[in-house]
Nanobody
Framework: VQLQAFGGGLVQPGGSLRLSCAAS????????MGWYRQGPGKERELVARITRGGTTNYADSVKGRFTISRDNAKRKVYLEMNSLKPEDTAVYYC???????????????WGQGTQVTVSS
C-alpha cells in the first residue's frame, strides 16, 4: 500500500492551496483518512480527519479555513486550504486506515509529505 501526496508549494499569506493524496496497492477498504502537519521545530499535529461516511473533524487552528473531503471510489483525500497564514507553514502528511487482503485489522499508512510554505 502506498499513499502519495501532491499539491504543496509556496503561497502568499491569504492565498489558497489544494492538497491531494492518493492511496494505491492491495486495498480491501479504507476507513478514516486524514491530514497532519509538522512545522519547523514542532511535533506532528492533526489538521483534519474524515471518516468513510464523511464525518469530519478539524484542529481549532484551521476551522473555517480548511476543508477536508474524500472520493472513496478514487481512494483519494483532499485538503482545501484557504486564508493561509505563515503559521500554516509545514510539511503536510496524509494518512489512511487501510484493510489489506487476508488481514482482519486496519493498518495506518502514511504518505511521504508535501511542503507548504506561506510567505510573502
Amino acid at each position: 500500500v502506498q499513499l502519495q501526496a501532491f499539491g504543496g508549494g509556496l503561497v502568499q499569506p491569504g492565498g489558497s492551496l489544494r492538497l491531494s493524496c492518493a492511496a494505491s496497492g492491495s486495498i480491501v477498504s479504507i476507513n478514516d483518512m486524514g491530514w497532519y502537519r509538522q512545522g519547523p521545530g514542532k511535533e506532528r499535529e492533526l489538521v483534519a480527519r474524515i471518516t468513510r461516511g464523511g464525518t469530519t473533524n478539524y484542529a481549532d487552528s484551521v476551522k473555517g479555513r480548511f476543508t477536508i473531503s474524500r472520493d472513496n471510489a478514487k481512494r483519494k483525500v483532499y485538503l482545501e486550504m484557504n486564508s493561509l497564514k505563515p503559521e500554516d507553514t509545514a510539511v503536510y502528511y496524509c494518512d489512511a486506515l487501510v484493510k489489506v487482503p487476508n488481514k482482519s485489522a486496519f493498518f495506518d499508512y502514511w504518505g511521504q509529505g508535501t511542503q507548504v510554505t506561506v510567505s510573502s
